[in-house]
């Protein structure tokens, strides 16, 4: 299994200003995931970061929005970059493990 | 989109009562997972059922999968307060990503 350590939990944000989010795994992984979910819904995927290459986003999202740091295979930050009220929501990372995926906690994203 | 949908969208039982939710899916897949979410935290495994498998248990869950259909159900049996969450299908075909489904809403009234 894998332990993944997301943070923050939660925060409220000014809109126009950027929050970093960091997921660390107590284990290497090749791949993490980056997901959004709004109250209520479903995950939806933001972009997949690739160690030591850029990250691969979904139909939707772009670099200058969301940028992806993967420094290494336990590590991986995702920013949330010139805030909206939109973009309040559930950020959560993800790693696989064989065929399971691990999850961190969740960061619940008010943007004021 | 290749997300799954699930029904129902939300269900609400009384304690002891079984909990039962589906989920369908569109594309062929190599193995169809469970997963449950409390109040937006991270989602944790339940269970994984393979494509070539028709029916899995483990404790109180028990799912099944009919590839034919590309539908899967799980059920939760004897079900506590404890249960209250949001449970999602995901599908795995192959590739490096999950797909996850609507999600079911499960209340349990103690």
């Known amino acids: 299994s894998a332990v993944i350590s997301q943070k923050p939990s939660r925060d409220i944000c000014q809109r126009g200003t950027s929050l970093t989010i960091q997921c660390q795994v107590d284990?290497?992984?090749?791949?993490m995931f980056w997901y959004r979910q709004q109250p209520g819904q479903s995950l939806t995927l933001i972009a997949t970061?690739?160690?030591?290459?850029?990250?691969?986003?979904e139909s939707g999202f772009v670099i200058d929005k969301f940028p992806i740091s993967r420094p290494n295979l336990t590590f991986s930050t995702l920013t949330v970059s010139n805030m909206s009220p939109e973009d309040s929501s559930i950020y959560l990372c993800?790693?696989?493990?064989?065929?399971?995926?691990?999850f961190g906690q969740g960061t619940r994203l008010t943007v004021v | 989109s290749q997300q799954g949908e699930e029904d129902p969208q939300a269900l609400s039982i009384q304690e002891g009562e079984n909990a039962t939710m589906n989920c369908s899916y569109k594309?062929?897949?190599?193995?169809l997972q469970w997963y449950r979410q409390n109040s937006g935290r991270g989602l944790v495994h339940l269970i994984l059922?393979?494509?070539?498998?028709r029916e899995k248990h483990s404790g109180r869950l028990r799912v099944t999968l009919d590839t034919s259909k590309k539908s899967s159900s799980l059920l939760i049996t004897a079900s506590r307060a404890a249960d209250t969450a949001s449970y999602f299908c995901?599908?795995?075909?192959?590739?490096?990503?999950?797909?996850f489904g609507t999600g079911t809403s499960l209340t349990v009234i103690p």
């Open positions: 993800s790693a696989h493990l064989r065929t399971e995926a691990f």
């Open positions: 284990s290497q992984v090749t791949m």
């Open positions: 970061a690739n160690q030591g290459s850029e990250a691969t986003y």
């Open positions: 594309t062929s897949i190599n193995n």
């Open positions: 059922i393979r494509s070539n498998e």
């Open positions: 995901a599908t795995d075909a192959g590739g490096n990503q999950f797909y």
